[in-house]
């Protein structure tokens, strides 16, 4: 017994400290090449190597982020491009699911859409904000519909081809049992998409960002694409960064909002 | 009157492309009585599925017409219960759910339905996993659970289209001869697909085989099989199986010649 250190483990007990130490050692790289980059960032301006004026520091980034808080209402900038996001996500997954069941309901509707929704997906979508502007103004509703915009059209095909990928014996299944189309929608083809509804909406978040974002720089007096564009313009790099860095951590909590919606949906669905 | 259930009377059914027309049923007539099991069995394509589509009114025929005769006077096509080759349970729904579909679908989820298909959910053993997920259910109790979707629509005529060729082979002996006894016992009349020929002697009154495509009526083979007990193995016991299965076997291959 003495001879081997482990001895009082069962298998099971040693499989699952190995699983656990995995995971910790993953993150405990992760906060690694955070906190060096972090160092590395802030020695490398100190000494010299890299001109805090163009380069900014973590330190600058900080001292920038509390400015702002104090004299230029940061959380309003932040508050209105979260929202925008959102709203223009929201919008994003009805008009798509509407159009997508519409496109199922008819074979032939979506045969002579199908081109049309091709171009506009490939589409660079930045290039129709200038046009946004002019029809819109420069409110909150070209910036809403310039992150629909982004997001629409690649979302409506997702959704099209999820339902389309339902087993055919399923729908017949419907039929069979004495249903019609409307059933086959809401029995099989929904609730037979919800994974794959899920997975568009995670990027669809990032990409209604994206064109929320686009929208500020071009027509905006608030959030923080506005911050950015203000910020290049009066050569405060600082600033820029900082709202770059807000950027990230904006995106990266709606992923985890969104995971943790799918985590819940996913309970309730298998129990 | 006909002594039939339902009776075909020279139904045709052509799939159309641009290519042409491809002909696949091709004058089809037989009765089915009320309580009889039929068994249809022909080469593989040979248009099977399109024929029970037509008898469940999936499709319809180009030509021909179903005569309808049931045993209490009253007129209307009777209700059909149609099984598949998977048992297709959803999912997202736990088995109790899955088994009420068909009636949330009609809007029959009367307390007299629900009832019922308690009713079946015990009967044929599948009371202790009412709530489970059908991922968690053997390849045997699906099939059984996919049963008592059908049967939770009291269907008359029940139709199945190689119900059982998703199993492996010995699950496959036990759960067709399983579901064919609750059906039995149930009064109700079966029109079944199979290539198996072995399971349709087993398990039909009467045996249909068609022709390779267009499909017609190549013969109509009346099964009676000395058994005491209603078991597969007491079936392929019997003294007449081996003759049948033969007898079948040559119909089909004559026809076939086995390229």
């Not at chain 2, 492996?168 to 198996?196: E, P, W």
Request: glycine share 6%; net charge neutral; proline share 3%.
């Amino acid at each position: 017994m003495k001879t081997h250190s482990n001895s009082q483990l069962t298998n099971q007990e040693l499989f699952v400290k190995e699983h656990r130490k995995h995971h910790h050692q993953v993150a405990a790289y992760r906060i690694l090449i955070f906190i060096g980059f972090l160092l590395l960032w802030e020695l490398s301006v100190f000494f010299g190597g890299l001109d805090a004026f163009f380069f900014s520091s973590p330190s600058r980034v900080l001292q920038c982020f509390i400015d702002l808080t104090l004299n230029k209402s940061l959380f309003m900038h932040i508050g209105i491009t979260l929202l925008e996001t959102l709203i223009s996500f929201l919008l994003v997954l009805i008009i798509s699911l509407v159009v997508a069941t519409a496109l199922w309901y008819s074979g032939k509707l979506s045969e002579v859409l199908e081109p049309y929704l091709v171009i506009l997906n490939s589409l660079p979508k930045s290039a129709l904000a200038p046009l946004f502007i002019v029809w819109l103004g420069t409110g909150m509703s070209t910036i809403i519909v310039a992150g629909i915009s982004v997001a629409v059209f690649g979302s409506i095909i997702s959704f099209y081809t999820a339902f389309q990928q339902i087993s055919q014996s399923e729908i017949t299944l419907i039929y069979t049992l004495g249903g019609d189309k409307n059933h086959a929608l809401t029995k099989v083809v929904l609730p037979g998409s919800i994974p794959t509804l899920i997975s568009t909406a995670k990027v669809n978040i990032g990409l209604s960002l994206v064109g929320v974002i686009i929208g500020e720089f071009l027509a905006a007096r608030r959030g923080l694409g506005y911050l950015i564009i203000y910020g290049s313009q009066v050569f405060q790099l600082d600033m820029v960064i900082t709202s770059i860095i807000l950027l990230c951590i904006i995106a990266m909590g709606f992923y985890k909002v969104i995971q943790y919606i799918e985590h819940c949906i996913k309970k309730k669905l298998l129990k | 009157m006909t002594p039939y259930l339902i009776e075909l009377k020279n139904i045709c059914y052509s799939y159309h492309t641009l290519h042409g027309e491809t002909k696949a049923l091709d004058r089809i007539s037989f009765g089915v009585k009320n309580g009889e099991f039929v068994a249809i069995v022909g080469p593989s394509g040979c248009g099977k599925s399109t024929l029970l589509s037509i008898i469940a009114g999936l499709i319809k025929p180009e030509e021909g017409t179903i005569a309808v005769n049931k045993p209490d006077g009253s007129l209307g096509y009777p209700k059909i219960g149609y099984m598949l080759q998977k048992d297709h349970l959803l999912d997202w729904r736990s088995v109790y759910q899955n088994m009420l579909l068909g009636l949330e679908i009609r809007k029959e989820l009367t307390q007299e339905n629900l009832d019922y298909v308690d009713e079946l959910l015990k009967e044929y053993g599948l009371g202790a996993f009412r709530d489970k997920r059908p991922f968690e259910l053997s390849g045997g109790m699906k099939q059984r659970a996919a049963l008592i979707r059908t049967l939770a629509l009291k269907p008359e005529l029940l139709l199945l289209d190689e119900a059982f060729s998703a199993l492996d082979y010995q699950t496959r002996l036990i759960v067709s001869a399983d579901i064919c006894n609750i059906i039995r016992s149930t009064g109700k009349t079966m029109i079944m697909i199979t290539h198996d020929l072995s399971e349709a002697v087993r398990l039909a009154d009467r045996i249909i085989v068609l022709t390779a495509r267009p499909a017609t009526v190549k013969a109509e083979v009346p099964i009676h099989l000395t058994i005491n007990e209603p078991s597969p193995l007491a079936a392929m016991n019997a003294p007449e199986f081996n003759d049948y299965f033969n007898l079948i076997w040559k119909e089909l291959n004559d026809e076939n010649s086995f390229k």
